[in-house]
C-alpha cells in the first residue's frame, strides 16, 4: 500500500529517473546488452503460462500447474490494471544498445491512455514462478531450490538495465508477486502437492 500510495503521489519520480539516467549511461557493450535481452525475454507472459500447462497437463503435477497457472493470471491481469490506473508511466528513453534480432509479443495490458509500469509485469510473474516452483521443489531440493531466485533477479536487472522500469516498479512487482502466489497457494492448498509425492 505504500508502494502504490508513493507510486500515485510520484514522490520519488526524481530518484527513480536519476537511477535510470545512470543506467542510460552504463549501456553499451553488445555482449551484457544481448544477456540482458535475453533476461527480459525471459520474462515475457508466454513462457511461465507454458511451464504452468505444461504441469498442468501431467497428472502427477497437476495441482502445481493450476495453482501456478492461477497465480500467473490473476497476477498478470491485476498488475496490467494497475499499471494503467496509477499513472506511472515507463522511462521516457529509448535503449540505445545492441536488441535480439527477435521481438517478444505484447505484453498483458488493458486499454489506457497511459504506457504504465508499476508494478513490473515480468519482475511479478517471474517471481510468481519462483515462489510456487520453489516451494515445490523445497523438500526434494532444499538448498538448491533457493537458486530459482535468481530468475526474477535477473529478469528484474534487465528491465532496469533495459530502461523499462523503475526500482520502485521493481521493489513492487516482487512484493506484490509474492503476495499473489502466496494467496493463491494457500487457498488452493499447495502442501497437498507433498502428500502425492508419499504415495
Not at 36 to 49: A, H
Not at 52 to 76: A, M, N, Q, Y
Not at 180 to 194: D, G, P, S, T, Y
Request: glycine share 8%.
Amino acid at each position: 500500500m505504500i508502494l502504490t500510495y508513493l507510486a500515485v503521489a510520484k514522490t520519488i519520480v526524481n530518484p527513480d529517473s536519476g537511477f535510470e539516467n545512470y543506467m542510460r549511461q552504463i549501456g553499451g557493450n553488445t555482449t551484457i546488452d544481448l544477456l540482458m535481452d535475453i533476461f527480459t525475454e525471459l520474462g515475457w507472459v508466454v513462457y511461465p503460462i507454458f511451464v504452468s500447462i505444461i504441469l498442468f497437463i501431467r497428472k502427477k503435477s497437476r495441482r502445481l500447474g493450476l495453482i501456478l497457472l492461477l497465480s500467473l493470471l490473476v497476477g498478470s491481469m491485476i498488475a496490467a490494471y494497475m499499471r494503467c490506473y496509477t499513472g506511472y508511466e515507463k522511462p521516457p528513453w529509448d535503449f540505445l544498445g545492441a536488441h535480439l534480432s527477435i521481438k517478444s509479443g505484447a505484453d498483458v495490458g488493458v486499454p489506457c491512455q497511459i504506457d504504465g509500469t508499476f508494478p513490473a509485469g515480468h519482475t511479478v510473474r517471474s517471481t510468481i514462478f519462483a515462489f510456487i516452483v520453489g516451494y515445490a521443489l523445497s523438500r526434494r531440493f532444499p538448498r538448491g531450490c533457493y537458486l530459482l531466485w535468481l530468475y526474477p533477479i535477473l529478469v528484474s536487472i534487465s528491465r532496469l538495465y533495459l530502461l523499462q522500469e523503475y526500482p520502485l516498479t521493481v521493489i513492487s512487482g516482487a512484493i506484490f508477486g509474492i503476495l499473489i502466489a502466496n494467496v493463491v497457494a494457500k487457498k488452493l492448498k499447495i502442501e497437498v502437492i507433498f502428500d502425492k509425492l508419499k504415495t
